[in-house]
């Protein structure tokens, strides 16, 4: 499954003819219908100057949480720490910001330009304990894949 979307998710991320929000919105929606074990599927970008977490794409339930200051709930801590926090219950969390009463597990994983934490990539879980390192690596792969997409839009001295 991870080896196929592997293919996949570069595949749609370079597709020209679509917006770069869409081609986000569709590694949202390829990863959330692939994948058994991901019932929400996001991106959260730093909010310009500010310290603050805004959504972009995603796939999934709306939620309220459009904007997270950093510190707050399990996004918040990961735009802090620069490290992938998987929470594998989310009653065990006392900093965690609930979006659904059926979710029971998050991963988020920092996504990187040039060395700095500019968002993340953001799952829920319906199904307790799911996440492997292979999920690590898997969305890691993913954001380093998206910032290959949003570097290629930076002017030439970023
Ligand atoms: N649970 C997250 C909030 C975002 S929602 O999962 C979409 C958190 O604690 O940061």
Redesign the pocket.
């Known amino acids: 499954m991870f080896e196929k979307l592997r293919k996949e998710v570069p595949m749609l991320l370079q597709r020209l003819d679509l917006e770069s929000d869409l081609r986000l919105k569709q590694v949202c929606e390829l990863l959330k219908n692939t994948v058994p074990h991901y019932d929400?599927v996001?991106f959260?970008f730093k909010n310009g100057d500010k310290e603050e977490l805004k959504?972009g794409p995603?796939a999934?339930s709306p939620?309220d949480?459009t904007v997270?200051p950093f510190g707050?709930?399990?996004?918040?801590?990961?735009a802090v720490s620069n490290k992938n926090f998987v929470?594998p219950d989310?009653k065990a969390?006392d900093?965690?910001?609930?979006?659904?009463i059926t979710?029971k597990a998050?991963i988020?994983v920092p996504l990187f330009i040039n060395g700095e934490n500019i968002g993340q990539i953001?799952i829920?879980s319906n199904t307790p304990n799911p996440f492997t390192e292979e999920d690590e690596r898997f969305l890691e792969f993913v954001n380093e894949e998206v910032a290959k997409m949003l570097r290629s839009k930076l002017p030439l001295n970023c």
């Open positions: 929400w996001g959260y959504l995603y999934g939620t949480h997270i707050k709930g399990i996004c918040g801590q990961v929470v989310v969390q900093n965690y910001i609930a979006c659904s979710v998050e988020v953001d829920d």
